[in-house]
Each structure stands twice: as C-alpha cells, then as structure tokens.
C-alpha cells in the first residue's frame, strides 16, 4: 500500500499563507500524477491543483494566480503554496497520487486531511 502524510494546515487570516505538504511512502515503484483537491462543508470535494511527473500544472479557476503546486520526484513530495487566502478557501484538502508498482498495480491514494481556516 501507499501511505501519504500531509502537513500545514491550520488558522490564518484572510490575505496570508499557508504551505501544505505530502509525502508519499510505501510500495511506490512511480507516481504519476499528485494533486490537492479540499472538501467545503455542504459542497463536492474538487481539484484544487494537480501536477504531473513532468510537472505539466492545472488549477481550479479560483486558485490560480494564488496557490502553487510543485513536487519533488527524489522525495515523493507534493507541496500546495497558497497566498493571498480567502474565507472561501476555508476546507479540509486532500493529497491525492496516483502511482504505479509492480506488485500492487496502479493506485490511486487519499490522504486522510488537513483541514485549512480562513478567518475574514
């Protein structure tokens, strides 16, 4: 199996930052695709951003300009930078990789959440 554990999540104001972090273990021969998605109280869980091995990037349309994803291949990292927060970020976000190994297949993985607060 794989293991993500996600980090960074908290309380902070409207207009600062957070850093979320995921780091992927287990029985992992490749990760493809990784990407954030969050869960609002009363809405669908959505695809905050997700990057590529090759580190092709796509965002949700109320992210972008703000938050940045990247991910480290070495380390099996995937970071979420988030500036300029909104009341309406406030969600519990996910790490999601989709990964490859030779003995369990393909997998696709959730991390268990972080929940972020965005106090007007």
């Known amino acids: 199996q794989v293991q993500l554990v996600e980090s960074g999540g908290g309380l902070v104001q409207a207009g600062g930052s957070l850093r979320l972090s995921c780091a992927a273990s287990?029985?992992?021969?490749?990760?493809?695709?990784m990407g954030w998605y969050r869960q609002a109280p009363g809405k669908q869980r959505e695809l905050v951003a997700r990057?590529?091995?090759?580190?092709?990037?796509n965002y949700a349309d109320s992210v972008k300009g703000r938050f940045t994803i990247s991910r480290d291949n070495a380390k099996n990292t995937v970071s979420l930078q988030m500036n300029s927060l909104e009341p309406e970020d406030t969600a519990v976000y996910y790490c999601?990789?989709?990964?490859?190994?030779?003995?369990?297949?393909?997998?696709?993985?959730w991390g268990q959440g972080t929940l972020v607060t965005v106090s007007s």
């Open positions: 999601n990789v989709a990964s490859f190994d030779y003995v369990r297949g393909n997998l696709n993985t």
């Open positions: 287990g029985s992992i021969f490749r990760i493809d695709t």
């Open positions: 990057i590529t091995r090759a580190g092709s990037t």
